[in-house]
């Protein structure tokens, strides 16, 4: 293991259920596109798996940057000064769908890194211009995008068009503080995080709330800051718990099953990690917001084996 990963393990700790063991291991960190050209304020990232690229919104260099999934530099974009890349999204087309949060703007670049659509988003003729945050597609390519000035999570047709917003401003069951991300699971049902009101929401397709997700606290079964969430192919959640420098992992009905990381900033300790995703090859990369790095960590074959 890395130095500072044994340390970190915090699976089968008190208040965690035992399902199983998770041994994970770092291989490499980014810490930017180049020597010279460092992370400056990363705020997500997105995995296009099938053809092997990793993406790097970057909005405090007003870019975003591609990465191999060994780590070798790919390119840089940016479309000026006032870029604002705040979420990703890849479909299966390989098509990157970014959010430029201080524009209020949806742009679609096709897989080389050509703009092929843009629209300004609208949040319905009522309100003002929604506030672009977290965003996920879904297999229709419908959009899910957080609007962060109003609190709820908005869903776009694949023409762009408003569908239905879930949730509103409130701190009951439906209702949303602070939004952060989003996730989709195989039966369509939407997991919300919430980093200052309930940890996770879970609605179904239409936008119904179902059921609510952890509790908010310091102990190792609850959550303290909830941001980034990555749903799994066994349905399993990634939670980054930014507060707590750590991601938890839950399955869809809430339990939690695992968690690794710990306080720092050497190699393998987390620094407030604020998203995650895993590719094709049991290999989890976590972004830190204020450490400036996206670490990788290899799993092994034990994922998805830990589930009831």
């Known amino acids: 293991m890395g130095m500072g990963v044994a340390a970190g393990l915090l699976a089968l700790t008190a208040g965690l259920p035992s399902t199983g063991t998770l041994q994970e291991r770092l291989l490499f960190a980014l810490t930017g596109f180049a020597p010279d050209r460092p992370f ?24 975003i940057v591609t990465f191999s999934l060994q780590g070798a530099p790919g ?18 087309a390989g098509n990157l769908y970014v959010a430029d949060g201080k524009a209020g703007r949806m742009r679609v670049y096709d897989p080389r890194g050509a703009l092929a659509a843009e629209w300004a988003v609208e949040g319905g003729a009522e309100r ?46 439906g ?59 066994w349905d399993e959640l990634w939670v980054a718990d930014t507060h707590r420098h750590r991601v938890l992992v839950l399955d869809r ?29 049991d290999r989890g990369y976590v972004l830190e917001r204020e450490g400036r790095r996206v670490q990788v960590f290899s799993f092994g074959t034990q994922l998805g084996r830990l589930s009831p």
């Open 75 to 92: 390119t840089r974009f940016t479309t000026g000064p006032d870029f604002d890349p705040v979420s990703l999204a890849v479909d299966d």
């Open 253 to 281: 009905f809430g339990q939690p099953l695992y968690a690794f990381g710990e306080f720092g900033q050497a190699r393998g300790q987390l620094y407030y990690p604020v998203d995650f995703a895993l590719d094709g090859l």
């Open 175 to 233: 209702e949303f503080l602070a939004p952060e991300d989003i996730a989709l699971d195989r039966w369509g049902r939407l997991y919300v995080s919430d980093s200052m009101g309930i940890p996770v929401q879970v609605f179904d397709a239409t936008g119904k709330f179902l059921y609510r997700i952890g509790r908010r606290g310091e102990r190792d079964d609850e959550l303290s800051f909830p941001t980034g969430l990555f749903m799994d192919r």
């Open 128 to 173: 003002e211009p929604p506030q672009p945050g977290r965003i996920t597609l879904d297999r229709e390519r419908r959009l899910y995008m957080v609007d962060r000035r109003d609190a709820r999570v908005l869903v776009f047709d694949a023409e762009h068009h408003l569908q239905r917003q879930v949730g509103r401003r409130g701190n009951r069951e």
């Open 40 to 63: 400056e304020r990363p705020a997500e990232l997105a995995l296009d798996a099938r053809r092997r690229v990793l993406y790097v919104a970057d909005p405090g260099a007003h870019e």
